[in-house]
């Protein structure tokens, strides 16, 4: 007996997809644009703009790490449940 389990394209619609790639895209450029006119010299500026593609590219390679372990987890899980179910539907309780 096999549990149902949506298919990872399955799980978020297009539309809610391309909202959260809108929604990253206008926050990146409204605090770049936001840093550009900031009131301080330019090598604060540089500074901030650094720390922010810094943390935008760590957030990233953070949440793809975490998506990755989540998905070997699931595949491990299905192979051990296709085993035994191989197991179980060879085994006879009526033969000695």
């Known amino acids: 007996m096999s ?4 298919q990872p394209s399955q799980l978020h619609s297009p539309a809610w997809v391309a909202v959260t790639k809108i929604q990253f895209v ?29 943390l935008t590219s760590s957030t990233v390679a953070l949440t793809k790490t975490m998506r990755d372990l989540h ?11 296709a085993k035994l179910e191989r197991i179980l539907s060879q085994h006879d309780p009526l033969v000695p």
């Open 71 to 81: 998905e070997g987890g699931r595949m491990i899980s299905r192979v051990e449940e």
């Open 26 to 54: 206008v926050s990146v450029l409204a605090l770049l644009v936001g840093l550009w006119y900031l009131p301080v010299e330019p090598w604060i500026v540089a500074y901030l703009v650094m720390g922010t593609l810094l």
């Open 3 to 6: 549990t149902y389990e949506p």
